[in-house]
C-alpha cells in the first residue's frame, strides 16, 4: 500500500515513520509532504520527542517531496497517509485526503479543538475512509484490561475516578516548541498529553462526562502562551466525581502518574509503569483482595510497541473496510470535554455543562 507523509515538522513524524518501517513488506513509504520547503531540504523537525529520532532516515531524501498537498494526492496515487501536522494545519489536510479517498493514520490531538475534529470526522464518514487516531494508550497494557474488568462488573458501581500526569517542564521541552504555541497547537499539557487520560476516562468506564470545573496556569512563568498545570474536577453522567493533574514539572526528561477507578465493589489503578492493581473484597480468612498485573514489552524502537499495533489496525480496517479502533470520533468526544475545562479555568473556574449527544 503507498502511503505518504503528511506533514514533517512534529514532535512524533520521525518515530511514526520508524514504525512504519517495520512494515516495509506491506506499506511503501512515496513521498513526503510539509508546509514549509525547508522542512523538506532538512527532514529534519525543529522539535522532536527526546525519545526518538532526531531526522528522518537518509533514505527518505529520494522520495519526492511537495509543499503543496493537493499535487502530491494528484501525482502520487496513495492508499494511506500519515497525518502529523500541527494541529492547526491537521483538521483540512484530512479532509482534502478523506475527499481523495485516503486511508490514515493521524497523530493525536490532531486538531485545536472539539469542532474542528468533528469536521474532520464527518469528512472521513462522508468520503466512506477511515482514520485510525494515535491514542495509542488504549491499544496495550493495563487501560484495555481495566476496561474489560470494569464491563465485568469488578468495581460495580463508579463512585469516582483519577487521572494524574507529570511530564518534563517546559524549559526541558524548549519554549519555542510547537506544543506551546497557543495558535499552531491549541493548548498546553492538557490538550497535547491531558488527551490520552481523558480519552480513557471515558472509554474505560463506558460513561460521559457532564460538567467539569478547571483552574490552569503558567506557574513557571516561560514564554509561552498555553498552560504548564491544570487540574479539573469532574462529573460522571452516572453521578460519579473525578479528577485531573496534568503538570510540566521534571528538570529532566521522565513522566510518571496513574489512572484510578473506584468503585462500590472495588478499585482499579494503572500506573505508568504499567502495573495494573485491583483491590476488592476477599475471603473471611483474607477479607482484602489485592491482585495486581504487570506488562512486559519488547521496545520494538520508533514509536514504541503500541504503535505497531495502531499501524495493524490501519491496515486491517482498510483492507476489511471496517472501522478503526480508535476514530476521529472518539477523539472529539474527549476535545469536548478538553474545550469544556478550558472554558471552565477560563471562567476563573465556573462549572461547565458539557452538551451530550444522542444515542448514534
Known amino acids: 500500500?503507498?502511503?505518504?507523509?503528511?506533514?514533517?515538522?512534529?514532535?512524533?513524524?520521525?518515530?511514526?515513520?520508524?514504525?512504519?518501517?517495520?512494515?516495509?513488506?506491506?506499506?511503501?513509504?512515496?513521498?513526503?509532504?510539509?508546509?514549509?520547503?525547508?522542512?523538506?531540504?532538512?527532514?529534519?523537525?525543529?522539535?522532536?520527542?527526546?525519545?526518538?529520532?532526531?531526522?528522518?532516515?537518509?533514505?527518505?531524501?529520494?522520495?519526492?517531496?511537495?509543499?503543496?498537498?493537493?499535487?502530491?494526492?494528484?501525482?502520487?496515487?496513495?492508499?494511506?497517509?500519515?497525518?502529523?501536522?500541527?494541529?492547526?494545519?491537521a483538521p483540512d489536510a484530512i479532509v482534502t485526503l478523506a475527499k481523495a479517498g485516503i486511508d490514515m493514520l493521524?497523530?493525536?490531538?490532531?486538531?485545536?479543538?472539539?469542532?474542528?475534529?468533528?469536521?474532520?470526522?464527518?469528512?472521513?464518514?462522508?468520503?466512506?475512509?477511515?482514520?485510525?487516531?494515535?491514542?495509542?494508550?488504549?491499544?496495550?497494557?493495563?487501560?484495555?484490561?481495566?476496561?474489560?474488568?470494569?464491563?465485568?462488573?469488578?468495581?460495580g458501581r463508579l463512585l469516582s475516578a483519577e487521572a494524574l500526569f507529570t511530564t518534563s517542564s517546559v524549559a526541558v521541552r524548549d519554549p519555542k516548541n510547537h506544543l506551546f504555541s497557543a495558535d499552531r497547537h491549541g493548548h498546553g499539557i492538557l490538550h497535547w498529553l491531558g488527551c490520552h487520560w481523558v480519552d480513557a476516562l471515558l472509554w474505560v468506564s463506558g460513561e460521559p462526562i457532564v460538567e467539569v470545573q478547571a483552574m490552569s496556569a503558567n506557574v513557571l512563568g516561560e514564554q509561552i502562551d498555553v498552560e504548564d498545570a491544570i487540574s479539573v474536577a469532574f462529573r460522571f453522567a452516572g453521578g460519579g466525581l473525578g479528577t485531573m493533574h496534568f503538570v510540566n514539572a521534571f528538570p529532566r526528561p521522565n513522566s510518571d502518574g496513574y489512572l484510578a477507578f473506584r468503585g462500590v465493589d472495588g478499585s482499579l489503578k494503572v500506573d505508568t509503569s504499567g502495573t495494573l492493581t485491583f483491590v476488592g473484597p476477599g475471603s473471611r480468612e483474607n477479607p482484602l483482595l489485592v491482585e495486581e498485573h504487570t506488562y512486559g514489552f519488547t521496545d520494538p524502537g520508533g514509536y514504541g510497541p503500541s504503535a505497531l499495533v495502531a499501524i495493524h489496525a490501519l491496515l486491517t480496517a482498510s483492507r476489511t473496510k471496517t472501522a478503526t479502533p480508535v476514530t476521529l470520533d472518539d477523539m472529539a468526544r474527549a476535545l469536548e470535554v478538553i474545550d469544556a475545562a478550558y472554558a471552565s479555568a477560563a471562567a476563573g473556574g465556573k462549572r461547565v455543562a458539557i452538551p451530550q449527544r444522542a444515542p448514534g
Not at 522520495?63 to 492508499?79: G, H, S, W
Not at 472539539?114 to 482514520?131: E, H, I, K, M, P
Not at 491514542?135 to 481495566?146: E, F, I, S
Open 1 to 89: 500500500m503507498r502511503l505518504g507523509v503528511v506533514g514533517i515538522d512534529h514532535f512524533h513524524t520521525t518515530g511514526w515513520v520508524d514504525s512504519l518501517g517495520h512494515f516495509a513488506d506491506e506499506i511503501e513509504i512515496v513521498a513526503l509532504y510539509d508546509p514549509d520547503p525547508e522542512i523538506g531540504r532538512s527532514l529534519t523537525p525543529r522539535f522532536a520527542d527526546p525519545g526518538l529520532s532526531r531526522t528522518l532516515d537518509p533514505r527518505y531524501t529520494t522520495l519526492p517531496f511537495y509543499a503543496d498537498l493537493d499535487r502530491l494526492i494528484a501525482e502520487q496515487r496513495l492508499d494511506l497517509a500519515l497525518v502529523t501536522l500541527q494541529p492547526r494545519d
Open 106 to 155: 493521524a497523530d493525536k490531538p490532531v486538531t485545536r479543538n472539539a469542532a474542528d475534529a468533528q469536521r474532520a470526522a464527518d469528512a472521513v464518514r462522508t468520503a466512506g475512509v477511515r482514520c485510525m487516531v494515535g491514542l495509542t494508550n488504549r491499544l496495550v497494557g493495563g487501560w484495555p484490561d481495566m476496561r474489560r474488568m470494569i464491563q465485568a462488573g469488578r468495581i
